[in-house]
């Protein structure tokens, strides 16, 4: 009977973040990049000399939930914020706030999970709150947004969304898989990166495979090899699972040790080849004596490729994440003349 590979991470930034998220391997300086959300803390992370730069954003923004490279600049940044998108450049430290920002949601809503798709759109997902002070989630009280260029305006592609969280695409372009958490599963939509309106790229939603049945965990931030497996990071299990979603069948567990306690949030493929598995973890409204008991809760963990290679066999890389398209992709089609 085939045994399912059971790996296990090291610990690289012991950060403890209250919410880690968001990473992203940036390829122009070959640093990870990531997040601690609710403190509004961009983070790089260079693997060569193990320093860890710390962005301090909490002057512009309540919440910092996405980071994705921006397309032809050595050090620009988009970012999803409390109140929406923004650009940040790492280098001169400048800040601009989309002009949309502030109008998009709620006053308890704010903005999660995100990234682009192959034609360099940002897709940015939120997650719905209530009060008092936005304790509790708000059923069906966040969206998915599309922008498609930093001067265009955000398009909403779905409502009714809970917890929008993991998003990305296949290698081909041509599916795009996406995770609402309360609903335990992962869904896949047809896509279709040529249509003439961002109404028209998505459709045929379907469940791609189901995480589990009932909490804990929830599925969360994911990112896919070049085998076209799904990485799941699994928040309240401490786990990032391998699934083949053309089957739903679970291939390979990444189990996080007990220190870090069982709230996997995120995962990114990084290092020059994209062989090494990069885990971010929380712990979020954490009392201090549970602290206490899982003391690199928050930390950047990785899956070195060594080990990673060992489990699963050489070949195992992450499929490049894309980088945000400022001028949108009607402009890069105008300028080519199509």
């Known amino acids: 009977m085939f045994a399912r590979p059971i790996i296990t991470p090291v610990l690289v930034v012991d950060q403890r973040c209250e919410l880690g998220e968001g990473p992203i391997w940036d390829a122009r300086t070959d640093t990870l990049l990531w997040l601690n959300i609710l403190h509004s803390k961009l983070m790089q992370y260079s693997p060569s000399t193990g320093e860890n730069v710390v962005h301090d954003l909490s002057a512009y923004a309540d919440s910092v939930s996405t980071v994705v490279p921006v397309e032809g600049t050595a050090s620009q940044v988009v970012l999803g914020v409390q109140t929406g998108f923004a650009l940040y450049d790492l280098a001169t430290k400048k800040f601009e706030a989309h002009a949309s920002n502030g109008s998009l949601h709620g006053q308890y809503t704010r903005m999660n999970d995100g990234k682009c798709d192959p034609q360099g759109r940002l897709w940015l997902g939120s997650i719905g709150r209530v009060g008092p002070g936005g304790a509790d989630l708000l059923p069906g009280g966040a969206s998915l947004f599309c922008l498609d260029g930093w001067k265009s305006t955000p398009c909403k592609v779905l409502d009714g969304v809970t917890v929008s969280n993991g998003i990305t695409w296949s290698a081909d372009g041509k599916t795009m898989y996406y995770t609402d958490s309360p609903t335990f599963k992962v869904d896949a939509f047809d896509f279709d990166g040529a ?74 493929f990084g290092g020059a080849q994209l062989d090494e598995l990069y885990i971010t973890t929380a712990h979020e409204f954490w009392p201090a004596d549970k602290m206490a008991k899982h003391p690199t809760a928050g930390g950047l963990y990785k899956v070195p490729r060594e080990a990673l290679a060992a489990a699963l066999g050489p070949g195992v890389t992450g499929v490049p994440m894309h980088h945000f398209k400022a001028g949108g992709r009607k402009s890069i089609f105008s300028m080519l003349g199509v």
Do not use: I
């Not at 379907?206 to 931030?221: E, I, K, L, Q, S």
């Not at 786990?239 to 040790?257: F, H, I, M, Q």
């Open 195 to 268: 249509a003439p309106s961002v109404a028209e790229l998505v459709s045929n939603r379907r469940t791609a495979f189901n995480v589990c049945t009932g909490f804990p965990p929830v599925p969360d931030g994911c990112a896919l090899d070049t085998q076209g497996m799904l990485w799941t990071a699994c928040f309240g299990a401490g786990e990032v699972r391998r699934y083949d979603p053309s089957s739903g069948k679970l291939v390979a567990t990444v189990v996080l040790p007990d220190e870090a306690g069982l709230e996997t949030t995120a995962c990114a």
